[in-house]
Nanobody
Framework: QVQLVESGGGLVQPGGSLRLSCAAS????????MGWYRQAPGKQRELVAT???????NYADSVKGRFSISRDNGENTAHLQMNSLKPEDTALYLC?????????????WGQGTQVTVSS
């Protein structure tokens, strides 16, 4: 069982920045695929960014050039640096992982941290 706890959300003005953090349990964190989803009222849950165990990253087109995902395997954490924030970035941001096991691979999500971009 992997537990994910997000932090770093809050209220920020358009054009501002936030850094989200995700603390994960588990002894094999370095092998997990990590990522961030977001969900806003009336919209589908959107995959924002992922990072593999090898450090390969992918981003949704809507955040390319503005967001950056990273991981620190020594601290079992993943981060999402969000710059040039727009009101349309307002959403609940959820940390995600996939354990990538040969047998019993599973997906996990945290409870989320709210990001609100407003003047």
């Amino acid at each position: 069982q992997v537990q994910l706890v997000e932090s770093g959300g809050g209220l920020v003005q358009p054009g501002g920045s936030l850094r989200l953090s995700c603390a994960a349990s588990g002894s094999a964190f370095s092998t997990y695929v990590m990522g961030w989803y977001r969900q806003a009222p009336g919209k589908q849950r959107e995959l924002v960014a992922t990072i593999t165990s090898a450090g390969i990253t992918n981003y949704a087109d809507s955040v390319k050039g503005r967001f950056s995902i990273s991981r620190d395997n020594g601290e079992n954490t993943a981060h999402l640096q969000m710059n040039s924030l727009k009101p349309e970035d307002t959403a609940l941001y959820l940390c995600y992982c996939n354990t990538r096991r040969l047998i019993g691979s599973a997906n996990y999500w945290g409870q989320g941290t709210q990001v609100t971009v407003s003047s």
